[in-house]
T-cell receptor
């Protein structure tokens, strides 16, 4: 497994501003993912951020709204831009590690974002 | 379109009894399934997984059963303990496509009472 930390753990932001969430892993990993969990909903994949390539965004998510950086094998950031109350969610990063022939994902503690 | 479904948002079980959490999926290409447990204010924690070549995988008190023909899997916890109270997410993967891409259900809140 891996130890994954996120900063900030929570924040309250005003509409129209941006927030950058950091994800730090204690070991080098190739595969990192960013998820959103809205209240009462499942975890929804925002993008896959593999080091050395551009992030791949899922349908409904765009780079202008959720720019991602992946400067090295232990760190990534997700920015939530021009926020609206609909962006209030828990944002989670995860890493994919090989296990029994497949990749298993391990999650950080999440960032709880409230937009007012 | 929800490809992984957990139709029971909550389950309440007495301590010592069996907890059975259910999950259905629609995509026949899924060939690897995982269960995660999530406590409040924490990220999901990997619990147990099963490959489509198996129909059962056991790890201590936790057993996952897979019925491919019915596209159904279940997680059994025996005996249930109060510390098992958490939200349980079912997830599925198609290893032939995007490596590591997981599809999650909405979760089931398990409450184990003394």
């Amino acid at each position: 497994s891996a130890v994954i930390s996120q900063k900030p753990s929570r924040d309250i932001c005003q509409r129209g501003t941006s927030l950058t969430i950091q994800c730090q892993v204690d070991s080098q990993v190739t595969m990192m993912f960013w998820y959103r969990q809205q209240p009462g909903q499942s975890l929804t994949l925002i993008a896959t951020a593999n080091q050395g390539s551009e992030a791949t965004y899922e349908s409904g998510f765009v780079i202008d709204k959720f720019p991602i950086s992946r400067p090295n094998l232990t760190f990534s950031t997700l920015t939530v831009s021009n926020m609206s109350p609909e962006d209030s969610s828990i944002y989670l990063c995860s890493v994919g590690l090989p296990g029994q022939g497949v990749y298993e994902q391990y999650f950080g503690p999440g960032t709880r974002l409230t937009v007012t | 379109d929800q490809q992984v479904k957990q139709n029971s948002p909550s389950l309440s079980v007495q301590e010592g009894r069996i907890s059975i959490l259910n999950c259905d999926y629609t995509n026949s290409m899924f060939d690897y399934f995982l269960w995660y447990k999530k406590y409040p204010a924490e990220g999901p924690t990997f619990l147990i997984s099963i490959s489509s070549i198996k129909d059962k995988n056991e790890d201590g008190r936790f057993t996952v059963f897979l019925n491919k023909s019915a596209k159904h899997l279940s997680l059994h916890i025996v005996p249930s303990q109060p510390g098992d109270s958490a939200v349980y997410f079912c997830a599925a993967s198609d290893r032939g496509s995007t490596l590591g891409r997981l599809y999650f259900g909405r979760g089931t809140q398990l409450t184990v009472w003394p």
